[in-house]
């Protein structure tokens, strides 16, 4: 017998229809926490947060709330890079398009997610900055702010409008860290241009994660970034100074040490497929995050999309009327799917790279990304083609997929 946290509008359980108490019970063929694999676990919840997870054994009149005998449990997906999805888009800056972001990503397993903003006037951003603290409504979380710039590299502008581009200035950065009551979790910088170690240090003063991306920059400039304080760094390989044997640049850097975290976009257009699994077996399994990078086009036909300029998209590619890529059309579930099935990727790796570490990156690793006793019951439940049955967010079931895929 079990109540769910959802249930406090007087809404019966939708794992086993009880209205009386507060906890229940998950059962499955695999749970992956995702440090360790349980076969035929149980995971108990109550008010939302994970109070056991164990092995399958009867115990007396135990009742289990719902067995999912041939699925996989994993923890909430959690993209740290998302401009959009459905339609619109974060610099949309209305509650309206964050609403329907965040009911639209539970539909593939994000049950949490950094909104990412594009470089454009300051007021631009400091508007979506508050539209994204306004959004309260439930399904997937915003944990806090990206800013994708604008203290990025004129020479490494890649989708960027190259005229809204700004100097690296603490007193600007400031401004946008007040607007979003100091929600901001994640920042790309381009470590060469003046001003920018000054501003990497304070971010990561502040407890920002600082990533270095849109970028020119030499080995020794990189270097400098990462010495003040840059971690992560932005959609490896794309807009960044290209590798060279005799100056592996931005890419020979962060490629080398083994504290930096990289982002992949594993939709095979970004990133090729040989690269990609180069890259997860070069770097240390726990500073690889898979992110989307994902555009309002995702989930959307092809077709022409408008943001502050026009984007094509054909066969799921966006691009700029140049050929430049913009962002992608890619979902975390494929993103997953792409790694385990097309690279052989081991399917606990790949799960790591979009819970565990990302939760990491952004130092939200004491309340999510992880299957454990005391963290939020963010869990997501896969069948065996790793398709999305199930989402639940804080022990509510906000998607049920009710016609699974058959194949991969």
């Not at 304070?202 to 020794?220: I, Q």
Request: charged content about 25%.
């Amino acid at each position: 017998m079990c109540k769910e946290i959802w249930a406090r509008q007087s809404t019966a359980c939708r794992f086993c229809g009880d209205d009386q108490l507060r906890s229940f019970s998950l059962s499955a063929n695999e749970i992956l926490t995702p440090y360790k694999k349980i076969k035929n676990g149980v995971i108990t919840i109550e008010n939302g947060i994970i109070t056991e997870v164990r092995e399958h054994r009867e115990r007396g009149n135990e009742k289990i709330s719902s067995d999912f005998s041939e699925s996989i449990i994993v923890p909430g997906f959690i993209d740290v890079h998302i401009h959009g999805i459905a339609g619109v888009d974060v610099m949309d800056a209305t509650v309206g398009s964050m609403d329907k972001m965040r009911k639209s990503l539970v539909n593939h397993g994000v049950t949490a997610f950094c909104p990412t903003s594009d470089t454009a006037p300051l007021d631009h951003i400091k508007n979506a900055l508050k539209t994204i603290n306004a959004s309260k409504k439930s399904n997937a979380r915003a944990l806090g702010a990206h800013l994708e710039g604008p203290f990025l590299s004129p020479e490494k502008p890649g989708a960027m409008i190259a005229e809204d581009l700004r100097t690296p200035s603490i007193d600007e950065f400031d401004e946008l860290w007040d607007t979003s009551k100091k929600s901001i979790k994640l920042i790309t910088i381009a470590p060469e241009v003046p001003g920018a170690i000054e501003l990497i240090k304070h971010a990561s003063s502040l407890g920002v994660t600082v990533s270095l991306g849109h970028s020119n920059a030499t080995y020794e400039e990189t270097l400098a970034g990462i010495r003040a304080g840059a971690s992560h760094a932005t959609h490896l390989f794309n807009a960044m100074r290209a590798y060279h044997h005799r100056e592996p640049g931005i890419l020979g850097a962060v490629l080398e040490n083994p504290k930096v975290s990289v982002e992949l976009i594993v939709d095979f257009v970004h990133v090729h497929p040989s690269i990609t699994r180069l890259v997860c077996k070069l770097k240390p399994k726990d500073k690889v995050i898979l992110v989307t990078d994902a555009i309002r086009a995702t989930d959307m036909p092809d077709g022409v999309f408008k943001n502050r300029h026009e984007l094509h998209v054909k066969n799921g590619e966006a691009r700029l009327p140049d050929g430049t890529l913009a962002g992608s059309t890619l979902t975390l579930d494929k993103a997953l799917r792409n790694l385990v099935f097309k690279l052989g990727i081991p399917l606990k790796d790949a799960v790591t790279m979009m819970t565990a570490n990302p939760a990491k990156d952004i130092r939200v690793d004491d309340e999510i990304g992880s299957i454990e006793v005391g963290k939020r019951a963010d869990l997501v439940i896969l069948d065996k083609n790793l398709n999305v049955m199930k989402t639940i967010v804080g022990g509510e079931i906000v998607f049920e997929n009710l016609k699974p895929k058959r194949s991969r």
